[in-house]
Nanobody, 126 residues
Framework: QVQLVESGGGLVQAGGSLRLSCADS????????????MAWFRQGPGKEREFVAA????????DYVDSVKGRFTISRDNVQNTVYLQMNSLKPEDTAVYYC???????????????WGQGTQVTVSS
């Protein structure tokens, strides 16, 4: 079973940076984390949950929503059972609750992921 725990959110001024982490703390994390496609989604106030970035099982492929390309970087460490989202040049419109998710394959929809973290708030002030 996968148990995802996010950290790293907070309040930052526009133009600043944050790094989000998502660790799998499940009892079998050492054996199964690398078998999951990992993604980050976000949900702003009054908005639907939207895809932000995804990374393949070994980290060789990454995908991003257009609005974050060139500013955000997703990465993973399969030894530490952790996926990261480095966010640079943050904008007020990036304000949202950020969720990590684990699934079996590449998917841009929330329905494509089986396991979710509790979310971490990112607030970007102008």
């Amino acid at each position: 079973q996968v148990q995802l725990v996010e950290s790293g959110g907070g309040l930052v001024q526009a133009g600043g940076s944050l790094r989000l982490s998502c660790a799998d703390s499940g009892p079998a994390s050492g054996r199964i984390f690398s078998s999951y496609y990992m993604a980050w989604f976000r949900q702003g106030p009054g908005k639907e949950r939207e895809f932000v970035a995804a990374i393949s099982w070994g980290g060789g492929r990454t995908d991003y929503v257009d609005s974050v390309k060139g500013r955000f970087t997703i990465s993973r460490d399969n030894v530490q059972n952790t996926v990261y989202l480095q966010m640079n040049s943050l904008k007020p419109e990036d304000t949202a609750v950020y969720y990590c998710a684990a699934g079996s394959g590449r998917n841009y929809r929330p329905q494509g992921y089986n396991y979710w973290g509790q979310g971490t708030q990112v607030t970007v002030s102008s």
